[in-house]
């Protein structure tokens, strides 16, 4: 089975820009979340979604959006990029109902670096 | 509000010696724990997790991870270190649903 992956895998991106970042869960996973990585403040959680539904949200600006489509593929964006935006941004597929029994699987993250 | 501290931010250690991450957590009802594996440049790998029952849990690599509710802690162990274990470590705890939240990390080093 494959796993999670995403692109692109690196980006280069200058203030004031948008970005959008895309995941594919593993196939017949219904939950996607979002993480920030970052050397400062290590991994925070961005939002998740299931079933195309956002159903959690972490302390971010309305800068950083996401939907997830009708087959559970998922896409983050951030507008009006700043410096501070530079980050691994990483993807996080769970099973059927979601829940933490419903193990998190992580992709290989995308690198986003803001000039 | 639930938070993770890993105390050690740089664990250097023999190839063969045993190893032992801590793991501290803050959470108000029974948690859901997890131990990651981040190689450079690599996404994070699920080395084990606890959600209840034999509070010693076996995991991939090796690894072995101990809850202590007592303590609140649930630290990662392995007998012998691998040259291949050099990556860093992230101790994490959960709801029934997400989000995760992750302590900060712990790097390990492995020496010849």
């Known amino acids: ?115 | 509000a639930q938070s993770v501290t890993q105390p050690d931010i740089h664990i250097t250690v023999s190839e063969g010696a045993s190893l032992e991450l801590r793991c501290n957590y803050s959470y108000g009802a029974t948690p859901y724990l997890f131990w990651y594996v981040q190689s450079p440049g690599q996404g994070l790998q699920l080395l084990l997790k606890y959600f209840s029952g034999d509070t010693l849990v076996q995991g991939i690599k090796g690894f072995e991870a101990e809850f202590k509710r007592s303590q609140s802690s649930f630290n990662l162990r392995k007998p012998s270190v691998h040259w291949s274990d050099a990556a860093e470590y992230f101790c994490a705890v959960g709801p029934l649903y997400t989000p995760l939240v992750f302590g900060k990390g712990t790097r390990l080093s492995v020496i010849a």
Request: positive net charge.
């Open chain 1, 1 to 115: 089975k494959a796993g999670v992956t995403q692109t692109p895998r690196y980006l280069i991106k200058t203030r004031g820009q948008q970005v959008t970042l895309s995941c594919s869960p593993i196939s017949g996973h219904r939950s996607v979340s979002w993480y920030q990585q970052t050397p400062g403040q290590g991994l925070q959680f961005l939002f998740e979604y299931f079933s195309e539904t956002q159903r959690n949200k972490g302390n971010f600006p309305g800068r950083f959006s996401g939907r997830q489509f009708s087959n559970s593929r998922s896409e983050m964006n951030v507008s009006t990029l700043e410096l501070g935006d530079s980050a691994l941004y990483l993807c996080a597929s769970s099973g059927l109902a979601g829940g933490a029994e419903d193990t998190q699987y992580f992709g290989p993250g995308t690198r986003l670096t803001v000039l």
